[in-house]
């Protein structure tokens, strides 16, 4: 067996190099001042950096480089991911390279635009259409050499989202649509302040209707849940609330329900109220906008309250000569003046005529039928290949829903009041009286006939053809 000895090292040697890497040493650099504030020509205050907006080595080296050789300079794309008090900027020069010029505000993207614009480039900036109105697209529409692009909302960036990666998709595609690609963007039509104002009076009228059904079967649930079950489910009105408090008041357990009622009726009573104001800005002046139902009692009770607890009290109150001060009324959105001076067909009312007014905003902004058809959404899916062509089924539904949802509705009316219109005939082994056709045949043949009327009052209201001519009076 042999034997080991361990031998020591003289204390002179020198021990090995270690393998441990040198620690790191960094530079911090010293926090920036705060930017001093300077008032803007608006009033807001801008950061003093704002007067010289700062861009990247890159873009400026590339702005530089484009310029000095003499020739025009490429168009200059630049995007926004907007939010509510600026959005993340990406800019591109002609179809080069995409540059992150970060976050900014809406006061150093506008005044980044207008210093791109003041060099003698030409931009086109664009944007979502996100909610944040157009108040933007007006700034940059006014500049000179700015072109300016509000797109539809789309998934940009896949399951991976941030505002960095779509500002730089939203700069790709934009080139891409400069350069002849029209499907990479889907531009939209930008309203007028009027018809922005005029379109947002429909969807209150929408939103009081929707909060006045939820909070009648929020009451009538209730009642149900309570075992009370003879009651109408439109417990709320004049003629039906008398009954329904007599019938609570007389047995001591419902004392509790009838008061938990009370203040959802009161809630309903103001919306109504609302509801039936919002009509009269839809309406004509010299039309009525009841129906002869309960809702004209309902507006008596609503009128005859205090104008400070009351909406529609107030807003009278406000358009009175004598309450405003002696100064003028107050004006509200003007109806669109898009086929006004065609007399509306039979069956279709007053109401429904101004809210699909409201709704498209102008007529004449469809070029042709297919665009009329695809505007709401009625449009027959297809699933064809080589030479089997395959339609029908559900229809794509890419339109506007509310505005589909009112065709649909006023087809099954004009059934009745306009039997000789040439969808109905078309229909008629489906939609006749006679007909034996199941529901679902029904159905469709109904979706069929809500894209072919809304082509027909298109070409109507736009002067292409008379009433007479599809079978109207």
């Not at 690609?181 to 429909?202: G, Y």
């Not at 079967?217 to 329904?244: E, F």
Request: glycine share 8%.
């Amino acid at each position: 067996m042999k034997n080991y000895t361990l031998k020591s090292r003289p204390l002179s040697q020198a021990p090995k190099a270690s393998n441990t890497k040198p620690a790191i040493r960094t530079r911090t650099r010293p926090a920036p001042p705060p930017p001093s504030q300077t008032p803007s020509p608006g009033g807001s205050s801008i950061p003093a950096a704002c007067a010289s907006p700062v861009l990247t080595k890159k873009f400026q080296a590339a702005l530089s480089k484009a310029s000095g050789t003499g020739d025009p300079i490429p168009l200059v794309h630049v995007s926004i991911d907007r939010d509510k008090s600026g959005g993340h900027v990406f800019a591109a020069l002609g179809l080069g390279h995409a540059h992150d010029l970060g976050k900014r505000s809406l006061e150093e993207f506008h005044h980044l635009i207008s210093h791109l614009s003041t060099q003698g480039l030409k931009l086109i900036v664009v944007q979502e259409s996100c909610g944040f109105g157009y108040a933007m697209h007006r700034t940059l529409a006014s500049m000179p050499d700015v072109q300016a692009l509000t797109v539809h909302c789309q998934s940009l960036s896949g399951k991976r989202k941030t505002d960095r990666m779509d500002a730089r998709q939203l700069c790709l595609r934009l080139q891409q649509y400069s350069s002849g690609n029209h499907d990479a963007l889907r531009p939209i039509r930008v309203p007028t302040p009027d018809q922005v104002r005029a379109r947002s009076e429909v969807t209150l009228r929408g939103q009081a209707l929707g909060s006045i059904g939820r909070l009648q079967r929020q009451g009538w649930s209730l009642m149900q849940q309570h075992d009370v079950h003879d009651l109408p489910a439109r417990w709320w009105t004049r003629v039906a609330w008398p009954k329904v408090r007599n019938r609570l008041s007389q047995q001591p357990d419902h004392i509790w329900l009838l008061t938990m009622l009370e203040p959802i009726r009161a809630i309903i009573v103001q919306l109504r109220a609302w509801q039936l104001s919002i009509e009269d800005l839809l309406l004509p002046e010299a039309m009525p906008s009841t129906a002869g139902d309960e809702a004209s009692d309902e507006r008596d009770d609503a009128y005859n309250e205090e104008p400070a607890s009351n909406p529609a009290a107030k807003r009278v109150a406000a358009k009175s000569p004598v309450a405003n001060g002696g100064q003028e009324p107050i004006t509200v959105a003007p109806t669109p003046a898009t086929g006004a001076d065609i007399a509306t067909p039979h069956g279709m009312g007053a109401l429904t005529r101004a809210v699909l007014d409201r709704r498209i905003g102008d007529w004449h902004r469809f070029n042709n039928r297919k665009q009329v058809g695809s505007f709401i959404g009625a449009c027959p899916g297809e699933y064809s290949s080589g030479g089997v062509q395959q339609q029908g089924g559900k229809i794509d539904r890419r339109g506007d829903p509310h505005l589909r949802a009112l065709m649909t509705e006023l087809v099954w009316r004009l059934r009745k009041f306009q039997p000789e219109w040439r969808g109905f005939v078309k229909f008629a082994a489906i939609l006749g009286p006679e007909s034996k056709a199941g529901r679902p045949a029904r159905k469709k043949a109904i979706t069929a006939c809500v894209r072919l009327l809304f082509i027909d009052l298109w070409r109507l209201f736009t002067g292409q053809l008379q009433a007479s001519d599809i079978g109207l009076n």
